[in-house]
């Protein structure tokens, strides 16, 4: 009866053992996928290429869906990460002041090596893909939205 109990215990101890290292695996990634969207939210508001670059994939993919006033159809705009890199770098003669940078992130779902996150930011809000990539977390996909102008 105590070998069993003892066998019990020990596999209930790894088995803990083993969620911690999950959970401080979980934890690091979390901090990582956040930080990689703040490196691409604050390298545009404050020009800095290189860390706008830092975050992205260079295959990324950043879209938006407009509507075309004149026959009301939807068009996809899209931007490359070239583009990207390339805004942030327009950026750095006249950065967005501190109190302007709103940027809000939110990890809306982590699974092994995928994380769709929620950046709020002044003007628009943006659906981030991230992926573990080679180790790193990067950003693969934006999908993006203005919102509405204040009157």
Not at 6 to 13: A, K, N, T, V
Not at 47 to 56: P, V
């Given at each position: 009866m105590q070998r069993i109990f003892?066998?019990?215990?020990?596999?209930?101890?790894m088995l803990l053992l083993a969620?911690?290292?999950?959970?401080?695996?979980?934890?690091?990634?979390?901090?990582?996928?956040?930080?990689?969207?703040?490196?691409?939210?604050?390298?545009?508001?404050?020009?800095?290429?290189?860390?706008?670059?830092?975050?992205?994939?260079p295959d990324l993919a950043k879209r938006i869906v407009r509507?075309?006033?004149?026959?009301?159809?939807s068009v996809l705009n899209h931007m490359t990460a070239a583009q990207l890199i390339q805004a942030a770098r327009t950026m750095e003669s006249r950065p967005t002041p501190k109190d302007k940078q709103r940027k809000d992130v939110t990890i809306l779902d982590l699974y092994e090596n995928a994380a769709s996150v929620k950046i709020v930011a002044n003007d628009w809000i943006d659906y981030l893909h991230e992926a573990k990539f080679d180790g790193r977390w990067v950003i693969i996909n934006v999908l993006w939205e203005m919102k509405p102008r204040r009157k």
């Open positions: 003892g066998s019990l215990l020990i596999g209930l101890l969620a911690g290292t999950a959970c401080a695996q979980t934890d690091a990634d979390r901090e990582a996928i956040k930080q990689t969207a703040l490196d691409y939210i604050e390298g545009f508001y404050n020009g800095d290429a290189a860390r706008m670059e830092r975050s992205l994939h509507t075309n006033p004149g026959t009301g159809q």
